[in-house]
């Protein structure tokens, strides 16, 4: 396994590949971690969250649409992910840009047997415009601090080897 040194990089990072030749994409170190605006978004039952009720745990925050394609290709490997992140006490945020609200999401994840993932909404991109997504998916890696140490723009596979590691170490550094 590469050295914390490594993985973390001048300004970026790029997750271990595998032998396969398989890449997860090229994650931007946030260097120095950055600070983020107070943002919320709801839940599919109406309720509203915000990144302070995460306080203390290592979050990674997904914006995406059901009409996305590199969202919707980048999903099911998301959901494997936070299956494994969640004993590391790194919770996955997925929020929906969809305006057809929950209804589009649960649909969204039935056809693509998804599970463990939350329904989370921001159909008026409020919280992804105040962090600065500029396009869909962007992912945000939250450390236990609440600040952003890395962001990937556009979609990856989550379910490659390394990825586990790499979030982890980011989010613990």
Not at 42 to 50: I, M, P, Q, V, Y
Not at 68 to 76: H, S, T, V
Request: glycine residues 10%; hydrophobic residues 45%; proline residues 6%.
């Amino acid at each position: 396994m590469a050295s914390v040194a490594f993985l973390l990089g001048p300004r970026k990072l790029r997750a271990q590949t595998p032998p396969d030749g398989e890449d997860i994409g090229e994650l931007q170190v946030t260097d120095p971690p950055k600070a983020l605006p107070a943002i919320s978004w709801r839940d599919a039952a109406g309720g509203t969250h915000s990144l302070a009720d995460y306080a203390g745990k290592g979050v990674l925050l997904n914006f995406w649409a059901t009409w996305c394609g590199p969202c919707k290709a980048e999903m099911p490997s998301l959901a494997l992910l936070a299956t494994k992140l969640a004993m590391k006490d790194i919770v996955v945020l997925p929020l929906s840009a969809d305006s057809g609200g929950a209804a589009a999401v649960r649909k969204f994840y039935a056809a693509n047997h998804i599970a463990g993932l939350g329904v989370y909404l921001d159909p008026d991109q409020q919280a992804a415009q105040a962090v600065g997504v500029f396009g869909l998916p962007t992912t945000l890696i939250i450390d236990r601090k609440g600040r952003e140490v890395a962001r990937l723009a556009g979609g990856t596979n989550w379910a490659l080897r390394g990825t586990q590691a790499t979030v982890t170490t980011l989010v613990n550094a």
